[in-house]
């Protein structure tokens, strides 16, 4: 089975900074990247889906890179809503995910 | 627009049963694969089951493999999750989410149901 591993598993962070979050898949899949945002006490939400498109309604600071095994994503510019934390997932495997906190 | 609710969490004892539902609207229900993801307290999210748009298709993560069944009712724009001889391990919110394009993408959540396995 896939597993997929983020680095780092915190972070911190202040408003507007750029913010680089990494994943790695154990092996190549034919299931897309996706990326998902969960604030406290709240569902997840669809960030990027196919490494690198946007969800609607999505903010455009949001963006994802990568292919193969390795991807990536980046806030170019932090905002105070974007404290929260990330999930990167492939098929049926989530990362272990990445808080990002107020510095 | 998209909708998902589920509903049927508690408390309930090890060993024994309990059943989820998400009741589905905004969309084509019988068009869409439907995941069930948990997540236990403090933790990150786990995949549990996915059934296919017609319900033909099922899978299970292997810690539920045999003791969970997914289910759905088209004509009635539900699914359900089945949750046999329950452990303290099952403890977690229990969220559906809509599969997109067929490829795994959760494009839409439920609030989700809270599950509390303790004696």
């Known amino acids: 089975d896939i597993q997929m591993t983020q680095s780092p598993s915190s972070l911190s962070a202040s408003v507007g900074d750029r913010v680089t979050i990494t994943c790695r898949a154990s092996q190549s899949s034919r299931y897309y990247l996706n990326w998902y945002q969960q604030q406290?006490?709240?569902?997840?939400k669809l960030l990027i889906y196919g490494v690198s498109i946007l969800q609607s309604g999505a903010p455009s600071?949001?963006?994802?890179?990568?292919?193969g095994t390795d991807f990536t994503l980046t806030i170019s510019s932090l905002q105070p809503e974007d404290f929260a934390t990330y999930y990167c997932q492939q098929g049926r495997a989530f990362g272990q995910g990445t808080k990002v906190e107020i510095k | 627009q998209v909708h998902l609710v589920e509903s049927g969490g508690g408390v309930v004892q090890p060993g024994r049963s309990l059943t989820l539902s998400c009741a589905a609207s905004g969309f084509t229900f019988n068009s869409f694969g439907i995941h069930w993801v948990r997540q236990a307290p403090g933790k990150g999210l786990e995949w549990v089951a996915l059934i296919s748009y017609d319900g033909s298709e099922k899978y299970y993560a292997v810690s539920v493999e045999?003791?969970?069944t997914i289910s759905r009712d088209n004509s009635k724009n539900i699914l359900y999750l089945q949750m046999d001889s329950l452990t303290v391990d099952d403890t977690a919110v229990y969220y559906c989410a809509r599969d997109y394009l067929r490829n795994s993408v959760m494009d839409y959540w439920g609030q989700g149901t809270r599950v509390t396995v303790s004696s």
């Open chain 1, 40 to 44: 406290p006490g709240k569902a997840p």
């Open chain 1, 61 to 67: 600071r949001f963006s994802g890179s990568g292919s």
């Open chain 2, 66 to 68: 045999g003791r969970f």
